[in-house]
């Protein structure tokens, strides 16, 4: 193909709007069982609808639709949803979005509804379902709004014969007393439940405890002189606890500064099963999701990275993590597990997310994998995918800024000789969200005309450790906007992006980020490199980076001839110690704000 010189910007594409406004199939929460792999489908040419689809055992790529229209899977508990679905021997319960009822449906006829229907006094949403341990009930985190009065949750059990659509009281109250619940966990032998539970105005990033109350029919479990508090506090966040046998639990918790899985004991310390400065899950912003699961051979699959992710299988004992030969450098939206086999969800800068099963060898060997279902079944010439790079760069104020730069790419074209390319700075919501290196046609559009992106993790993001992502704690604003800075000035310092054609986008927290960048933060960049007088923001590829500072660091300078509305400071102190568990991790100062 002859290469044409046009200026950047202005490079012709097979990449159109109309591509971009297409958006692909969502895929999301993977579920395996006997009867195969099911999955959650948004699907954009039906409204958005939330369809629950399934891939038989047999092998093929036959997908079943198991929801028909105008059915929709999508509940609104946290309004940030969650898995909507829960598979059962002869069908699958459901939340349907009109209505927020409970609903379930063997795959003929019409779905028999299992909650009442809402009325002009109580509304009810239910999320984080699973099977009772008498297979009579689903026991799940249920959600009340009232007329004129406050939210409640509770984590409720629902009889699967139907008699709680019409009779409210057949419904049972498990647990209650905290703000907020996730992951109900009843264990083997069916006399204990486990749950996660935090209160406002904590986050569950922030701090959250688990706890487990035994089952012994007495009534709800509302009283914490009833409850064992196992692991968390104000400044811990534990996640996705999955009973080990009667006595003990695998959980998440992030007390060592990193989300890391630990065996919790009924009536011992937890212990560390495989420590590292490494993630193995991501904030609670949707009930349902779950990092790991365990094989039919005791090891646990999970997804564990810095940055970007892999595939692993970890064994409790030794402590040994394998990660698996794959070709995939995305897993996102859960693992599920039966016997050998894993499912999850991957994907990658040129392979669009896909619903894949690995089969995992009990003793060595490759895994097999299978790929079941793509959210896109066309894509553009690859040569006009952008190829990403990690970029590590350091701040104003010393701090490490962690990003993601997508150059153009364009086989028809290049860019006159002596000019560098536009880039735009792309900003995540969240706050605490986290971009990695996926396909995204959007970038594309803008990467294949010639105009460079770098997406940030600012100060804020998860992936990267606990002291990471409390940099913004009553810092944003400040710290996230500084970050964005430094992205778009290292890159004009370095010589591969023209700072005076320097953009910045975002949307939600992201949004604000950059509505505040350009307004408060960035100022006019000036000289002929396109650098700001007064300080600068360099590329560190491959030197030491110091460390993020506990607590926040310090206030990145100014833009000069720019004011910064800075909040009042709070005074550093020692690092508190969880009271009241068996925790002994200590973590930062904390400083109350909402996302």
Known sequence: MATETAPYGEWHSPIDGADVARKQVGLAFPVIDAAGVWW????????GRIAVVRQGPDGTRTKHELLPMPWNARTRVHEYGGKSYLPLPDGFVFANFADQRLYRYAGSGAPEPLTPAPD?????????FVVSPGGDEVWCVRERHGAGA???????????????ADDPAAIRVLVSGSDFYAYPAPSPDGTRLAWICWDHPRMPWDGTELRVAALDGAGPASDKAQQQLLMGCETESVLA????DDRSLYVISDRSGWWNLYVADLLAFPRALCPRDEEFAGPLWQLGLRPYAVLGDGRLAVAHGTGETRLGVLDPDSGRLTDLDLSYQVFVSGVSAAGQTIATIAGGPAVPTTVISVEVPSSGGNPQVRELSRSADSLPDPAYLPVPRAARLTGPSGSVVHAIVYPPANPAFRGPEGERPPYIVW????????????LDLEKAYFTSRGIGIIDVNYGG????????RERLRG???????ADAMTAALALAEAGEADGKRLGIRGGSAGGWTALAAVTSGVGVLGGPNGSREGGSASSSPGGPIP??????GTTPPSPPGTTVCSPRRRPTSAWPTCVGSRSTRTTSSRATWTG
């Not at 460390?547 to 926040?552: I, K």
């Open 461 to 468: 993001s998860s992936g990267y450790g606990r002291a990471y």
């Open 475 to 481: 810092q944003w604003g400040i710290v996230d906007v």
């Open 150 to 164: 406050r939210i409640t949750r509770a984590i409720v059990a629902v009889p699967l014969d139907g008699s709680g």
């Open 427 to 438: 900003v995540h919501g969240g706050p605490t969200s986290q971009v990695v290196p996926r």
């Open 241 to 244: 606890p999955v009973w080990r």
């Open 40 to 47: 959650q489908e948004s699907r954009p040419e039906e409204g």
């Open 120 to 128: 002009e006094e109580t509304a009810d949403r239910f999320a984080d």
């Open 547 to 552: 460390p993020d500072p506990p607590g926040g």
